[in-house]
Structures are given as C-alpha cells and as structure tokens.
C-alpha cells in the first residue's frame, strides 16, 4: 500500500426506478437523506462521516455511476494523479465536485467502470434532531429499517480480473488480501483494500457478457444480529432475499444480500473484530475444488449469484433476471 | 500518522501468581499457548497472526513488562527509531528479540512504561488439530472460554497525560482520537491509534502515586453476544467482574471488566463495525461535566476504576484492591 | 396450578402526561395502537394475539389501573369466581368488559390492586399494511422503536408479600417460582407463574408507605441483542435509563429499565430459552446474605430500585423520584 | 390440552458409532454426561432438571428407541393409561423405569415409534464443580461446545400424518400448533404441543418407505448468537451441516441441522420469545404452495431433508444418505 489512499468514499448507483429506490434506501434499508439535486440523492449510513457515501441517480438503466475513493491528502491526491496518468489507464481528468466534496480526479478502468479521488471534502454536520446523544457519532442512530452504520465495500464484474488488478494496485494502491486462482489460470475473484479493512472493493469474474456492471454495493452493520433482523424487515417489506443471511467462507463475513427496487444487488455485511493488521499480509488463495464447498457453513452460492448484474444483459431470450 | 508503525503486537504481562494466571487465560479467557520459556508464557487469540501477542511473564508483582508495536517495514523502522534517539525520551536501544520476534529497539516513557518496536517477527502456523477449517483465520477456533478473536487495546496510567501524548505522538506517531479535558486543564485520558482501529492505546491519569502502572489489557470479540456470554464463564469461574457488560460514552465500546487471578484487569470489548476512517479525524474532546454522566447507557463508572492498577500501590493503610 | 388461568393477560398504566406517554410506547417503545376510546389507548406488542396487553389511560395520577388474567375456558372462569368469591378477599363482581374483551369479574389484593380475569378476547385481527408476512405472526413484525415481542410480566408492590402470595394462590392458582427470604423471617419478594413462563407478575416488598403501586411492566424481547439495541433508541430519545442492561440473579432475566414520561418504570427482559416446565418445580429461595452480591455479573440495585414506584408517594420532603 | 402430560421427557437415539456419537453430543454438542449403563450413556443440556434428556443407546442402528413424556402427576398419569388402553393403540404396559426415572407404561404408535409416559423422575443434582454459580440453574453453565440449554422437541416421520395426529390427540393430548395441508387433502406435516412451548414434537410424512424413523432431534439454545457461534464450532469439527443458519417459515424458529457421526440428523433451534398462551389457539394451516416459498428468508428446502431418516431405508440402489 502506498498510504495514499484513505478509504472508499461514495459509490453512485444508477436506478431506473428513483422514487422507489429511494423509498427502499431510506425506509427499508435505513441510510438518511443528505440532500437531492440534479437527479441525484445523496444519502448516507449514520455513522458515516461524510456528507453522502451513496449517491442514488435517477438513469435509463441501473449499475454503478461512478466509484470514489477518498486520498490522505492533497499531495497523496497528486502523487495518485501522477501514478494514473503515467499508467496509460484511461484517465478522464478533474471535475469540479459534487454536493458533497471538492475536485476530484477521474479515470476508468479497463471494463468501464469509472473511478474518481478527491480529498477535499465535506463533512457531515448533525443539526436539530439528527445531532446524537454521544458527540463521537456522525449523527443520531438510525432507529428505522436495518440502519447499518458505514458503507464497507462494492463488487465489480470484469472479464478480466488479472488485469482489474493491476489496475488497482497501480492507481489506487490497494493490496491484494484474498483472492480465488482458477484451475485454468485465471483469477475467479480478487478482493482489495486501502486500509485495514478487510476489503473495500471486490472484483468477480463477468459472466454475462456485460460491460462496466455492478455486482452488489454493502454496508455494514455492527452486529450479526442486525442482520439477521434486517431479514425480518425485507421480508415484511416484500424485498426480494437472493442469499443468506450465511457466512463467506471467502474472508469469513456474515453476509445478506437483497435486490433493491430496480434490480442492484446490495448487501448487509458484519466482519466481527476482523480486521488485516500485518503489514505483510500475503494473498490468501482458494482453489477451485475449495470454492466448490460452498460458503462457509455449506450454503451453495445461488445460481443467480454468477448471472446477475447490473444493468442486465440483453439476450437473445430476454435480459437477465432483474425483474 | 507517520504510517511507519502498523500496530500494537503484543503485551508483556507481570503475574505473581503464574500457574493461576496462565489457567485463567487459556482456560477462562480463552486464549492459546503458544509456546513457554525462561518463566514466560507466550498467549495469542484465535485469530492473532503472530506468535504471540500476550507474553506472561512470572515476576514479583504484577503490571506491564513492556509494550511492543510491530513497524510497517524494515525502513520505517529505522525512521521511528531515529526519531526515538533524536526525541530525548529515554532510549533503551537495541535487543535481540524474543521467541515471537526478532530485532527491538526500547524505549521508556517519563512514567516507567517500557515500550519496543520491531519488524521482523514470526508467524504463528497453525499445525495438526489447530489448523482452520477455513484458511484465512490464523488457527481454529477456540471453542473454550470466552475466546475473543485478536488483542485490542491496552490503558497505561500516566501522571501527565498530556506529557505522554508526546511520548506516543513523537514516538509512534500515534494520532489521538479521544480525548478528556478536565475543567483544571489537565488532560484526564487519551486515546490513541497507529491505524484504523479506534484506539490500541489509552492513557488515563494516575491518582494513586504508582509508576509504570498498567489500567488493563483488551482483547477483541466478533460480537456483544460474546461478551454476555463471557459474563456468565467468569460468574461460574468464580472471576471478580469489576463492572459491566456495558457501553462505554467514549469510543462507543460494548466492554466487560474483570481482574485475573493476580490482579491485573483485562477486558473483553466490541467496536462493532466503528472504525476511524477518516485521514483528518479530529480528535472528540470530552468535558469533565459530559463524563459526569456515566457510561452510555448510565452506568456510572465504579469507583475501583479510578483507583486500581497494578503493580498495587503501597499506602500506610496497606495495598489498593487487587487483594 | 388450577390450570384455570391461562395468561397474563393485559395491564392498565396510569398517566398524567398522556400525550407523552402514549409518544413514548407507540414510537420509542414499539408497541402498536389498536384503538382508542374514553381517554384511554389500546397498545400490544406485534406478536400479542389479544387487541391490547396494555390499556394506557388518562389520569390524575401515574401508576397501574388493573391487572386482567385471561381464564383458560369459559368453566375455568367460572370456577375462579367461587373461588374467590369464597376467599375472602374483597369481589367487586362482573363488569361488561372493555373494547379488547367481553365480561369480566374483579376483585382486589388487599394493598389496592385491582384484578380482573376474563374468557371472551377480542382477537386483533391485522388487515392491510399490518398483515404479516408469515402467517403464524399476529401482525407485522414492528419495524420501528424498541418492537418487544410480547407482553411478559408486572411488578407490584406490597406491604406484606406473604399475604399477597396467599392472594395470588387462591385467588388465581399461580405458583411460586423464585422467593427472597428476610432475615428477619418476611419475604423480600415473590415470582408468580400461571403457565411454562418463569413468571408473569412479582411482587416486591413496599418501602415507601404506598398502597396499590405499581413497580414496574415488562415486554419480551426475541433476543438480548434487542434489549442492547433499546439501550441506544432510549438513549437517543431521551428516556430516563434507570438501571442495566444486566442479568437478574433471580430468574436469569436479560433486563433494561427505563421510566416512561409520566414516571411509570417499564422494562425490556429477554428470558433466552428458560422456561418452568416441571409440574413440581420447587421455589427457588434466595437468602437476604444471597441477594447483597446484587445482579448475575454483580451489579449492585440502584437507590432508586427499592424506592420508586407509581404513584409517588408524598413525603414531608415531597415525592419520591418520578421527577 | 387435558393438562395430564407437562413435557418432553427425553428421547433414546440409536447408534452404531456409539463412541464418536458420545464424543460428538459432549464434546461438540455440549451436553453433560450424567451416566453410563447397559450400553447407553445419559446426557442432558446444563440446565435441564432431570438425570437425562437423551439417552444414547449402542444398537445395531440408528434412529429413536423410545420418546418419554412425564405426566403433570400420579393421577394424571393414570388418566392418561386409561385413554391409551381405551384407545385401541399398542399398548406395551408398564415396566420399571430406567437410571433416570420411576415405572413407566410403553405404548407405540402405527408406525412403530415406542413411546413412554412417567411421573416419578429423578432430579438431577449438581454436585462439585458442576454446581452452577446461581442456584436457579440446574447445573453450571457448559462452556465447551455448543452448550444448548435445553431438550426442545424432535420430528418423527410416518406414513399417515392424519392418523399420527390422532394418536397424540387421543394418547397425549397434545393440541396442534401448526400443520400442512396438501393439495392431496393428506397432511405434510403437523406440529404438537403439551404445553406453552410452541411444539414439543413434529411429525412430517414419510417418503422413504421406513417405518418408525426419526427425522430430527432438537436442543434449545438461549439466543441465535448460540446457533451462529454453533455453526463455526460444527465446521472447525468438520461435522456434516446439512442446512442453516435459517429461519423455519412454519413455526419461526431459527435453525441449524447437522448429522452427528452415526447419522441422525440433530437440530439447534431458537424460538425467541414466541410461546402459545392462547388457549383457544387455532392451528396455523399452511397450503402447498405456501410452502414452495421455502424458508423465511426464501432458503430453499434441501433435498435431503425430504429423503433422509434414521435408520437409513434400503434401496436397491443402497441406502439414502446417512453415509
């Protein structure tokens, strides 16, 4: 790690069917509105620092609008500047901002998903009601659906995963702390982090054909047990439950994946104490033989887990399963 | 943050009770043996990478032997140990190292704290009956006693806890996250962290005359439920439970305090998914009327808490608590 | 056991902040309103089979209206009647019953409680919105608030427990669970079932020179981890925490204690899986000596524990706590 | 409900692993070993009040020797012989008892389970170190494996469910808490109940052509924490978990279902604080196609949850799965 990049800022997902995205976010899920504009909601878990960590945007399709990582400082933003436009990634340039930080700078990678760093930023400021009973919190905990308290990470598809790597490693920096190693040669799976959290970015294999989708974006909830009540409200609220509530055996999450309305896949996730403290961490790697266990407890990964992203694939008998 | 060091590595405990010590901590508390020698025992959780991350050691008394942090590489290493000779904080210097780890440079902070730092160190591999099931845990799961998953934190007492502010600042370059600010402008307590964790270190300040006393040890579990059913191990092994389970006010702590058969305090705590994040975290200033509330749900802190450290403090009317 | 009585089966609370009150249990406490009518509102737990386990009704004056039991068949009820009828104790004979249910018969303890037990129930029947997802859930799991499962038990307060033991065996046939047994030959306290559940009313000896007071009515919650969540949701409504989370010695109860606006003590328990199911369970009797370690994990009870309860009592120096 | 049978007693299981199925429900189920005798060891969960709760017997096979419920008294269980001789089914008449009881009269139902009714019991008295640390417990909380609190029920399987009711109704007086109706008009399964738990016993049909199976046997555990907790210790003792952590559509109970090593199919479940007070309950009726649902949160049903019972049955093809 280069120590220039902080953590996963904000991840803007694309809807087709905002108003009932938004409802699902912020009633069902349990993020707080920030603010709209332009399109867009910005909301955040409440315990997020920043003014939003999810950026809703009303679109054609569905998928991921953009990821952005927060750097460590300005001149940490200017050595990653330099490092992506010397590493003949696709680099799209600076932007103004947004509602809720300064400039940022934007490249792509190689698959279509855009990426974006920024370090001026700004903060999150509970006012009225929404100020907490203990000052060290962002803002009041979120009595209302499965309120989360931070957005831990996002998965990607890429048909390539050997080279998503390299495109983290050389424009964010990010280490390598689990990966999956195909019996044909090539990365099935490979998860990412800037800091010592366990990943911030996971990249799986495309299947379908697609370009630049999203598999699932997740918060995380302080306990398990959060999880398994947020089971009990997606099924009171009709939500479609694709998999679990179960734990990975990849990096040993507890985990819950739903589909909001319009079809992206998002998740709940607790990791425990777990965290990646050696500065030396070495890859763990998991055969294929060993992912055909299952999840940790012996759950099959669901069929619709390898198919599934967004937007859909079209194809010749119709688009994939996000009905 | 200087980013040279990575984290806390493990703690040196003094017992002069060493055969009951060691049975509270692989039998009650739940850690693993990893290795005995020279009147030490050399302890890890389940999920602790390195050898060992707590050394007890038989002694006279009870407290801290010293406190270790593992650096980020060989070079910064180098860096801290530069800044250490150039500080004027007392330099130990060099040592062999110890069955865990190889080279360390000590250190000594105004109030008799030993601290070492070091970079080469041994992995722990798991063998036989202790190799996971799942590989990406650094041995199985322990299933007896309380078995939290790594170390955490530890509390050292400290006449001027603003002086040892310095000492972690320019020593470690530890950033402060926490903090107490008493209305005679004393700093009551301090929390500090190499990483994002949100403390491996706490200071808080000495009242009963000691030097170079210990508060406590913490060790991480996965969820609160650990630690309330950690309660009822320590009823039924006749453990003294000072207070809690309960939440701490600062840093949002889920703990659990009792004192090993010796007497020094250890602890059992969950973060739940709280990180610090955030590059620019401004430390959180508590007044000394906010801490007259208690803990975060009321419970006023017990007053042993205040006064109890080891090695005990010899006074006209005998030793403090740790009878 | 008669096997006459079936369950607890509601309790009336006085309020002189109805507003408040009824603020404080519909969307702090998670309780549903069913109805309202003639100053008083109809609330239940989401699970609670009946149309209302707490009648909330406006008054001069804080503490409990009267306790209702509903019988287990037409003929048991009819059979209690005689019984108490021929017991001595005061009868205040058959009313039409209430919104939630059909006739009933009353009586009184001889410290001002008033009793009523019942057969014909008023099922809720949840329509629309309010329909649970899984069809052996009496209504929609409530997703807002604290959200207890069930109404679990009262605690009343009385000058002589031995004689209201005698009151509630011949009276309602319920057995004795657990006792406190004064040194100086009075019991301290007394726990009450009439089914499987460790206890569904207490009754703790009064200190304060109150007649008919209440000390306390308790929600079950499905798991502690609820009961550690309400300690946040409390906590960032304002709501005065009086004591826990923590164990019960007695009983093994998992509880939180919180005053409602109007003073009235209200409690969140968790019983885990424990449950009287011998015929001939013999009461379990803690010594005065016992109860002095206070809690499981040693908690000592608060002041106010023994001294609070609706209404307050007036005293030279004004009323006890309910501030 | 006549009221005449207070609970579940205890179930024998088979075995023709007798060492690894002990080894298996001591060390890594979590009971305690009361005894051993004639081939059969007598184990029970911490805090059930009697000598035994399972008695596993060494056998040829596998499956359920006999199913023991314990009468309310003397003369309820009189009652109770009377209606079975009354009746028309087996009866096998009295015999002694065993190590953890008095006389008990055997009888069958028609498809070959043996069952027993008793009321003389022997309580088991915690002696030593298993003397637990608050007297309301039968003995010292288990701290080594999974350390269920309780016997909760088990799952027969027979041919005619509609004739499987009818024999409890008539021997037990059991009432029915939940059942499934088949598109066929037969009964897919039925669950029972003595009492206020929410079933004690489950009979789903035979599809195997066995007679006298067993399909599972069930412990109660505190909190579903337990059950998670209990899933890492299967997996780290590489025991075969069939399906879960899930929750049960029909019933809500959260589940985990293994094989123990002879190949009994056994169950950790965690009903939260669902109970049924209600007199008057009305069976829950589930359809066919409410069913195809699969679990609570959409787990599908597993195959070899249709088709696996103990003993095995043979095929031409050999013997379903308990390999």
């Known amino acids: 790690m280069t120590g220039d990049i902080a953590h996963l800022g904000h991840v803007e997902m694309l809807t087709d069917r905002f108003e ?95 990426f974006e760093i920024y370090w001026d930023t700004r903060r999150y400021a509970a006012t009225g009601n929404d100020r907490p009973a203990l000052k060290n919190t962002a803002s009041r905990y979120q009595q209302n659906g499965c309120a989360p308290r931070r957005l831990d990470h996002l998965n990607l598809l890429a048909e ?57 974006v997740t918060y995380a909830t302080d306990q398990r047990e959060d999880i398994l009540r947020a089971a009990d409200i997606f099924l009171e609220n009709g939500v479609h439950i694709e998999t679990g509530p179960h734990k990975h055996a990849i990096q040993g999450t507890f985990f819950l994946y739903v589909w909001e309305p319009a079809g992206n896949r998002v998740e709940l996730a607790n990791a425990g104490a777990r965290l990646i403290l050696a500065p030396d961490w070495q890859p763990v790697v998991w055969t294929e033989t060993e992912r055909k266990k299952g999840q940790a407890w012996g759950l099959k990964t669901i069929e619709s887990f390898h198919t599934h992203g967004t937007p859909p694939v079209k194809t010749s008998s119709g688009t994939d399963g996000a009905a």
Not at 84 to 92: L, R, T, V, Y
């Open 20 to 114: 009932e995205s938004l409802d699902f976010f912020t009633r069902v899920y349990g993020l707080k509105l920030s603010g709209r504009a332009d399109g867009s909601a910005y909301l955040r878990a409440w315990d997020d620092y920043e003014f939003h960590t999810l950026k809703l945007t009303e679109a054609q399709t569905t998928g991921v609008g953009h990821v952005a990582y927060r750097a460590t400082s300005a001149e940490a933003l200017d050595r990653r500047v330099a490092a992506i436009e010397a590493s003949g990634f696709a680099a799209h340039g600076w932007h103004d901002g947004d509602l809720g930080h300064g400039p940022a700078y934007r490249f792509e990678d190689p698959f279509g998903h855009v």
């Open 160 to 216: 390539d995963v050997t080279e998503f790597r390299r495109f983290m490693q050389t424009c964010l920096g990010s280490r390598v702390t689990e990966m999956i190693q195909l019996d044909n040669g090539r990365l099935g799976g490979c998860w990412f982090t800037v800091n010592n959290k366990t990943y911030d970015l996971a990249c799986t294999e495309e299947h379908g054909g697609g370009m630049g989708r999203l598999h699932h």
